[in-house]
Structure formats: C-alpha cells, structure tokens
C-alpha cells in the first residue's frame, strides 16, 4: 500500500534524529578506532617522529712507528733517554753543543718531575725534548690502562715543565712497539712513536770503545740513534762519535729537522 505524505515525513525524521544522538550525520563515517590493552577504543596514536641515526665514535687512531729518517739525506738524529744524574746530562749538552749538533731527548716523566729545570736547559739551546713514558715500566707487559698512564702521565708533566707534551714518544723497555702502544700514544696526542735503527750500546756500560764502534758501524744516512744521558761512558764516547760522523758526511740534527 502507498505510504501517505505524513508517514514518509514521520519516517524521515526518526531516521535523522537517531543519528544525531549516535553524535554523526547521515553522511560522517565513524573515525577508526584502536583498542587499547583495556579493550576500550582509542585514537590511533600517531607514529613517532623519526631520530637521526648518530655517528658512531671513530676508535682512536694509532700512531705510527718510524724507525729511521728517509735514506736520501746526509742526517742522523741522535736521540738520549732522559733519566739519570743531571750533572752528567749538563755536561753531554755543553759537549754536543760545543760541536754545533743539536739533539733529541726523550724524557722520563719522573726525571723531569725532578729536575724541572732541564725541560728549560734542553729546550733553550733548541733542541728536541718528547715523551719516554712516566716511570720506564717496560711497556710490553703493561695492560692497557697502565700503557695509557704511563704515556697520558708524562704527557702532562711536560706540559706543566715545557709548555708543550712535544712531539715525540719512544717507548720503553722495548725497541718496537704494540698495537696497544701505538694506541696510548694516540690517546695523548702523538702520531708518532719513534724507535731507532742503531743501539748504542750505552745502557749497558760497556767501554767506551764499544759504543764508538755501535754507533759508527750501523749508522747511515737517515738513521736514529738510541743513546741515554745519565752514563759516563756515554759522554767518554760521544767526541769520537761525533768526529766519525763527520768523516762520514753525516749531520748530526734533531728529530724535528730529521723526520719533519
């Protein structure tokens, strides 16, 4: 049967008013919704903002180990350990300087804690002063946080007695160094770790004439040489030594004018 005009209208009007109260008009859909762990519907959470992978730290860089200066030119360096009775290390200076050669030495951090003064004496006569560890523990057998020390110790003392860690570091108790080394060396500011081609001999107080022939026997153009202040015979040895490099041609110069 047709549905007479007020029926329709009737009709209609429910139908609006029943979706008034469910909060819509005829043609809103229903948002979406998430149930949360309760069960209850929620808004979907909106997906979080993405972060910026980081940089992974670099490692620290290891340092390098140079054994010797290039072979193309007429120099050696002659490097001194600097440990011992200072007297005898003022003496060993006034001597290579009264032959116009100019040095390294490489310090023991408790030496210089001592004798503060010679950071000044060997710096003002121009030449090299660097870093040969803190107390001499053979660095080989140290773990790592006592390898780091003994380079970071001594590091800081020439800076408090020089102004400056210097540039270079030799190890001690070994010729070669370790990636462990190298490492430490790194860690305090040294891209460098300075080893040597001719030994000396000096440490072991042999005669005199002994360390002359070490020492003029293996050296060559470009070579570094390992001898230590604070031993007589050292000082007995030098003045041939000197004479013989200069037969030889060679100048006797700094790490600094020899490497750099």
């Known amino acids: 049967m047709p549905l007479d005009r007020r029926t329709v209208l009737r009709s209609t009007l429910l139908a609006v008013g029943g979706a008034a109260a469910a909060g819509c008009t005829p043609h809103e859909q229903t948002p979406a919704s998430t149930p949360t762990p309760s069960g209850t519907p929620s808004e979907t959470p909106a997906p979080s903002p993405v972060q910026p992978s980081q940089p992974a730290l670099p490692l620290p860089a290891a340092a390098v180990e140079v054994g010797h200066g290039p072979r193309s030119v007429r120099k050696v360096a002659l490097t001194f350990h ?32 001592s004798h503060p003064e010679m950071a000044t004496r060997i710096l003002h006569s121009r030449h090299d002063l660097g870093n040969h560890t803190m107390h001499h523990k053979p660095m080989r057998t140290l773990g790592s946080a006592d390898a780091h020390r003994e380079v970071g110790d001594c590091a800081a003392v020439l800076r408090r007695t020089a102004n400056s860690k210097g540039r270079w570091f030799r190890a001690s108790g070994t010729q070669r160094t370790t990636p462990l080394i190298r490492s430490a060396a790194a860690a305090a500011g040294y891209d460098t770790c300075v080893s ?15 360390v002359v022939r070490a020492v003029l026997d293996g050296v ?32 006797p110069v700094t790490l600094t004018e020899l490497l750099a």
């Open 196 to 210: 040597y081609d001719v030994d000396g001999l000096d440490w072991q107080d042999p005669p005199a004439d002994t």
């Open 82 to 113: 600097g440990n011992g009775d200072p007297a005898l290390a003022e003496r060993l200076l006034a001597l290579v300087e009264g032959h116009a050669a100019r040095i390294s030495v490489l310090a023991v951090g408790t030496w210089l804690v």
């Open 220 to 251: 060559r153009p470009g070579s570094i040489v390992s001898l230590h202040l604070g031993h007589q015979v050292t000082i007995a040895a030098l003045p041939r030594i000197l004479a013989g490099l200069s037969t030889k041609r060679l100048q």
